[in-house]
């Protein structure tokens, strides 16, 4: 299952895909969600996912993967109060693994350069 955070400003269609999209993510064990923070949200899109993130809270696991510091998500989400009610949630009762180190991607492109 493949969700897209709605990025429209057209209220209506926001709010029905927001809908659709969030009845789909209770439905899983396990919400993995990739490279949280690349693409901005519309303020509809923050809000859908800090609801997916109070459901889920304490009742059903979600994976997040980031490249940005926490003290960076308040631009994602568009304010502090938000972003401080999803960290709460999101890491209350969590693992947190910071990976910091050379991009295994970046190593690959240069070593086939060499080639």
């Known amino acids: 299952m493949q969700i897209r955070p709605p990025s429209t400003t057209n209220g209506k269609r926001c709010e029905e895909r927001s809908v659709r999209d969030h009845r789909r993510s209770r439905s899983c064990c396990l919400l993995i969600i990739d490279e949280l923070g690349y693409l901005s949200f519309s303020r509809c899109g923050a809000e859908l996912l800090f609801q997916v993130f109070a459901d889920r809270y304490e009742r059903r696991s979600v994976l997040v993967t980031s490249n940005l510091a926490f003290s960076e ?33 970046f190593r690959e492109s240069m070593t086939a350069k060499k080639q």
């Open 73 to 105: 998500w308040g631009t994602v989400f568009q304010g502090d109060r938000m972003t401080a009610a999803l960290l709460y949630r999101l890491t209350h009762r969590c693992e947190i693994f910071e990976m910091n180190g050379e991009s295994y991607r």
